[in-house]
Nanobody, 123 residues
Framework: QVQLVESGGGLVQAGGSLRLSCAAS????????MGWFRQAPGKEREFVAA????????YYADSVKGRFTISRDNAKNTVYLQMNSLKPEDTAIYYC????????????????WGQGTQVTVSS
């Protein structure tokens, strides 16, 4: 089974940028669709972005569209979330997730999860 390890979170000022990375184990990473989700204090986990196994099919939450970009490098077994023009409301724990089959924006369809990385955006 694929295992996911996230990194790249931290503290950034509003308007700044961060790039999150999610390193996956094993040679089967390229067979998985990948997603990023986030959970802010007092709120449920919500969809942020998703990408197909080949990288050609991408989805974004309306709240991040135009600011965030999801990408993957299958040769490096890594998926990225480039976050630009960050806002305080982007503050959350960000989770990387994986699933087989079609790309999905639905949290419960993902079967593998990273540990989460904290992103804090100050005003």
């Amino acid at each position: 089974q694929v295992q996911l390890v996230e990194s790249g979170g931290g503290l950034v000022q509003a308007g700044g940028s961060l790039r999150l990375s999610c390193a996956a184990s094993g040679p089967t990473f390229s067979t998985y669709a990948m997603g990023w989700f986030r959970q802010a204090p007092g709120k449920e986990r919500e969809f942020v972005a998703a990408i197909s196994w080949g990288g050609g099919d991408r989805y974004y939450a309306d709240s991040v569209k135009g600011r965030f970009t999801i990408s993957r490098d299958n040769a490096k077994n890594t998926v990225y979330l480039q976050m630009n023009s960050l806002k305080p409301e982007d503050t959350a724990i960000y989770y990387c997730a994986a699933k087989l089959g079609w790309t999905s924006t639905t949290v419960y369809e993902y079967t593998h999860w990273g540990q989460g990385t904290q992103v804090t955006v100050s005003s």
